[in-house]
Every structure is written in C-alpha cells, then in structure tokens.
C-alpha cells in the first residue's frame, strides 16, 4: 500500500495522539521561536508578531500548538494566551500543549509543579492535555527519578489530574532512551533526530512505538538548513551544531533533486515527516503569519513519488547524525 502524506481539509488531517484521547493535527505550530530566540533562530519576534501568528494560526487548519515553560523566559507561552484571550478563549478543537523546564539548576519536583503553575496561568488554561518533561538529558538522571523527582512529580500531577498526558521531550537518544525505559509516559517528542539529513531516533522511536506512545517529530528542518535558511554567521549548522561537510553536501544534492521534481527542500523535509505515519504530528516552528498560509501550502503540495527514493540515497553516513550509533 503506498505511504500518502495527510492534506489539510481531508480526514486524514486529523488524528489521535496515541492513547492520549488527545486528536492532533498532522502539522503543529510549534513555539520555540514564537517568544523570540534571536541567537538561535536569527531574527527578533515583537510581541505583536508573535501574538498577531497565534491569531493566524487560530484561522488556519492548523489546530495544534507545542510550546514550553522555559521558552523565552515563558514569553512563549504568554504570547499564546494573550491571542486566545483576544479570541475571546481557546477553541475547543484547538490543543495546546507544553513542557515543564528547570529553573537554572533547579528541576526538582517542587519546580516541575511550579512550572505546570506558571504555564497554566501564562496561557489562561484551567486544563493542560499534555505537558512534557522537557530535555531532562541535561541533567543527572539519578537527580531527576529519584523518589519525589521531576518524574514522580510529573506523574503525580497526571494521577491527580492536574494535568491530562504526559510526555517525554529531549535531544539525545541514548539518553532520552532511559527515560522512556521507566515506562510511565504517554508520548514521546523527538526533535533534528529524524529528518531527512538524519534518523538518529530510529531505536528510541521502534521502543517507543512498541510501549504503545503517541509520536511526535520536531525540527525537521534541521535548526534551519532544510528550510534554505540554515546560515549563520556564515556557518552552515545542523541540529543548533556546525555541519559537517558530508551533510552541507547532502543539503546541496537535496535541493537539486528537489528542484528536478519541481518542489523546494523545505516542502521536501515537511512532508518526509508527514508522510511517516507513526508521528501523529509533526512539530513546524512558527515565528510570522506568513509562515502559517505556506506551512499549510507545503502540506498540501503533491510529490512525486520517485522523490523519495533519490533524497534517500543522499542521506548522510551515521557517523555524521547528531547521535551517531555507539
């Protein structure tokens, strides 16, 4: 049966989060730099850009958003409220979802509560479907699911129902891959680690697939460098990192089989996330109203299916992924 990629207005579009209960959209608005993230995205966002993106959003097809409690100090997650206040309250087909953060140092449990606190009063939600423990690989595991750790904390408010599903949002994968082995989370967020530059994910994704967890797939587009944008400073970069040469060569043989099919490379990079059914959605940073209308345009765009094929040929050796194998 051949793979098809969800079209925006099809039934397709829309569909369950694992066994969250929660029903996602194929592409998700995501909010890291919707609180502006200068240094890492290139560009400052205004408040009023930011706020006047989540009020596109609410007019598109797109029905989900992903932020978090430490992005831009929580300015993410105000601006997002501030667009559903304006929109007189979150829309009931709309799903918001975040992550709890450290503070510093600090990610102990009474910070992991703390932080659900914060972002619910940030975004004007009573409710939170589901809230991940964010990029617990930066610190020590021991530390983090010890008795009355951020993990028991988190799964405590879950089990009081304080907040809906929770999930697990990291980097490396042979770290993230011991979180997921203590069994007590629903959903599992990988990001720059399946795309089409690298498939550092691929064990952590069959684990997490065979415990049952709903998928989701951030960063496609590599910090940037799949989105034609991938410069700074004048050094090409992947995954927040310097690529190596074997990837910058990857990118440029990409784009010219892109062009060859008549497409771009960032339609290309989306929609190699899209069509992979075991990601529910996948996660598309948003920092402009433009870039709603062609995120939605891209999804909606038809490949030929030849494409496929010839962009995987040109993957890159594993000893360049983020996570090269051990």
């Known amino acids: 049966m051949p793979i098809s990629t969800p079209r925006p207005g099809t039934p397709a579009w829309t569909r369950p989060l694992g066994a969250t209960g929660i029903d996602v959209t194929a592409v998700c608005a995501g909010g890291s730099p919707l609180g502006s993230m200068p240094l890492l ?14 009020a596109a959003l609410l007019d598109s097809p797109i029905r989900t958003i992903d932020t978090s409690n430490g992005y831009s100090d929580g ?23 975040t992550k709890v953060d450290a503070r510093g140092r600090d990610y102990s449990g009474d910070r992991v509560r703390a932080s659900v606190l914060e972002s619910k009063e940030r975004l004007g939600l009573d409710q939170l479907p589901l809230v991940h423990l964010h990029d617990p690989e930066a610190f020590d595991f021991t530390e983090l699911t010890a008795p009355g750790g951020a993990v028991d904390a988190l799964v405590a408010l879950k089990e009081s129902g304080a907040v809906g599903s929770i999930g697990l949002a990291g980097g490396r994968v042979q770290e993230i891959a011991r979180y997921l082995a203590l069994d007590v989370f629903d959903v599992l967020l990988v990001h720059n680690r399946w795309t089409l530059l690298d498939r550092s994910a691929g064990d952590l994704l069959a684990d997490a697939a065979e415990r049952g967890l709903g998928l989701i797939n951030a960063a496609v587009y590599g910090g ?20 190596p040469p074997e990837v910058l060569q990857a990118v440029d043989r990409m784009r010219q089989v892109c062009t060859a099919h008549g497409t771009d490379l ?43 094929d010839e962009l995987a040929e040109l993957l890159p050796p594993a000893r360049v992924w983020l996570d090269a194998p051990l």
């Open 266 to 308: 960032r339609t290309a990079a989306l929609q190699f996330s899209l069509r992979d059914p075991r990601f529910a959605t996948t996660v598309v940073g948003m920092s402009r109203p433009s870039r709603i209308a062609a995120t939605v345009e891209a999804a909606a765009q038809e490949l030929p299916d030849g494409l496929w």
């Open 75 to 97: 300015e993410s997650e105000r601006r997002i409220g501030a667009a559903l206040a304006a929109a007189g309250g979150k829309p009931d087909d709309v799903v918001v979802i």
């Open 41 to 54: 995205y290139g560009r400052d966002v205004s408040r009023d850009e930011g706020v006047a993106t989540v």
């Open 224 to 243: 940037g460098i799949l989105a034609g944008d991938g410069t700074s400073g004048g050094t090409a970069r992947y995954g927040y990192r310097p690529a």
